[in-house]
């Protein structure tokens, strides 16, 4: 099944406004529930039918919105993404070519909406968040590398000295290979994961804090994603999407069975020392008996 929606959003489909909902895209073969607007289009791939939010040609500007508004006040989303045929000329602040870049943008305007391709789609749209996969270093957006994650607000892609709110990610996105992300916002802070195996990482590599309400004026938003090129680019594709209600991590749950159990424990253990994400419970950067406790302190089903 290419979607699935709950009862509520069913109404919203029909021409009702959605104030909570679930959407679940596993391939993009019916796109009834997006708006396309610019470059966005379906094509088929060895993934599937995906979303390609740009093409690799120069100049493009593409978005996908959600054709009726979802609950925004507190949300959990994950998306699967690939970037391929990277080109172009490399200058500014670059050591290789391929542009611009994904966003996942919240934003109350409308499902039609899309910025310029030097934005990543996404510069301009305001009242808004954006959650940027970006592949291009700008010197003049005080990017912090050709590779990078960031936390925007009011379609803002300028980080501003010393590029708050960023993070380097030391893969390339345009490698060619999946990419998972994991957004979660409780209502007071947004939290961005990224990982090129389908295993959320324990801590969030950038938060922010946002009152997306007040920034809206309302609870509700269309969601979706944009993306841009301009004198480099990439093909952008999203290969599967989920946005529901807010979930929280399940601390010390390693493996994905919705268990914090001695599997999990095994998993930890096996890594002791470690400074990778998936395992550093505590944010300390190593994988060590402070884990174990906060493990069996969640030991159990995950809420």
Known sequence: MQHRIIAALAAAALGASASSGTLVFDGFADTSLLVLNGAANTV???????????????SQSGSAFSSVTVNAATFSTKFIFRITEPGGTIFDCNTEAGADGIVFVVQPVSS???GVGQGIGYAGISPSVGVEFDTWCNAANNDPSSNH????????????????FTADVAEN??????????????????????SDINVQPQQPIV????????????DTAYVGFTSGTGADWGNHDI??????VFSPVCVGELNGDGYVDGADLGILLSNWGSDAEFYDLNGDD????????ILLANWGPCP
């Not at 960031?150 to 010393?162: E, M, R, T, W």
């Not at 290969?239 to 529901?244: K, L």
Request: aromatic share 10%; hydrophobic share 35%; charged share 20%.
């Open 207 to 218: 938060t922010r804090e946002v009152d997306i309400p007040t920034l809206f004026g309302q």
């Open 149 to 164: 994650v960031g936390i925007d607000l009011n379609g803002n892609v300028n980080h501003g000295p010393g590029a708050p």
């Open 239 to 244: 290969i599967y999407w989920e946005y529901d």
């Open 112 to 114: 039609s909406i899309g």
């Open 44 to 58: 088929t791939t060895n993934d599937g039918v995906v979303l390609r939010v740009t093409p690799a040609l120069g």
């Open 173 to 194: 996105f345009d490698n060619g290979e999946l990419w998972y992300g994991w957004v979660d916002y409780d209502g007071t802070t947004l939290e961005l994961r990224i």
């Open 286 to 293: 190593t994988t060590d008996g402070k884990d174990i406790g």
